[in-house]
């Protein structure tokens, strides 16, 4: 009865490659996030969609694209990954906007 | 200037010691305020929301400064499980958005 789940765990990829990062939310929350987490553990929004529309888009390379089908997923797609793009990523979701988050397992992205 | 600013400590304190520390928001407009805690290669999970009057769960108590723009976070009777960072997050319901302190990292011994 996982409450934010995402796919997959653990992701290692070359250079140039594109992947995608799902996420799931099984708490009936109307508002989804995808946030970076990088070495030094800063923990930084990406974009946030609120019944699948998008609300927040913070200075992210365009190669990152997030899609939401409905409001229990938020999936987010990378193309031409970076070395840079190495980092920890959560999903988290909340009842609204404002309200706290619950956040998935993370998925461990790392680009060679 | 960061948003929210923490110690990153770390606090090394043994069992059964009290353990306090801060962070500083610079929006005074924020309206909302959390204590999360990560644990290593975990994702992070809420401690307890922070009113205004402060309130406090079992052996975390949290406090809330407007005036001087902080809130902190204590801890009395240490266990070895709530070794963790703990990470202040406030939010300002202009935008929605939750941002996020670096963390402070705190360490209990036996």
């Known amino acids: 009865d996982t409450a934010v789940s995402q796919t997959p765990k653990y992701l290692v990829t070359q250079m140039g490659n594109d992947k995608s990062i799902k996420c799931e939310q099984n708490?009936?929350?109307?508002?989804m996030y995808w946030y970076k987490q990088d070495s030094k553990k800063f923990l930084k929004i990406m974009f946030s969609?609120?019944?699948?529309?998008?609300?927040i888009n913070e200075t992210v390379p365009n190669r990152f694209s997030p899609k939401s089908p409905d409001k229990a997923h938020l999936n987010l797609h990378i193309n031409s990954l970076e070395l840079g793009d190495s980092a920890v990523y959560f999903c988290?979701?909340?009842?609204?906007?404002?309200?706290?988050?619950?956040f998935g397992p993370g998925t461990r992205l790392t680009v060679l | 200037r960061k948003e929210v600013e923490q110690d990153p400590g770390p606090f090394n304190v043994p069992e059964g010691a009290t353990v306090a520390f801060n962070c500083t928001y610079s929006?005074?407009?924020?309206?909302?305020f959390f204590w999360y805690r990560q644990d290593c290669r975990k994702e992070p999970k809420l401690l307890m929301s922070?009113?205004?009057s402060g309130n406090e769960d079992g052996r975390f108590t949290a406090q809330l400064n407007r005036a001087s723009q902080y809130i902190s976070l204590l801890i009395r009777d240490s266990k070895l499980s709530d070794s963790a960072t703990y990470l202040c997050?406030?939010?300002?319901?202009?935008?929605?958005?939750?941002?996020f302190g670096a963390g402070t990292t705190v360490t209990v011994r036996a």
């Open positions: 988290a979701s909340s009842r609204r906007q404002g309200n706290e988050q619950f």
């Open positions: 708490l009936g929350h109307d508002t």
């Open positions: 922070v009113y205004s």
């Open positions: 929006n005074s407009a924020s309206q909302s």
């Open positions: 969609y609120n019944n699948k529309e998008l609300i």
């Open positions: 997050v406030v939010n300002t319901l202009t935008d929605y958005k939750l941002s």
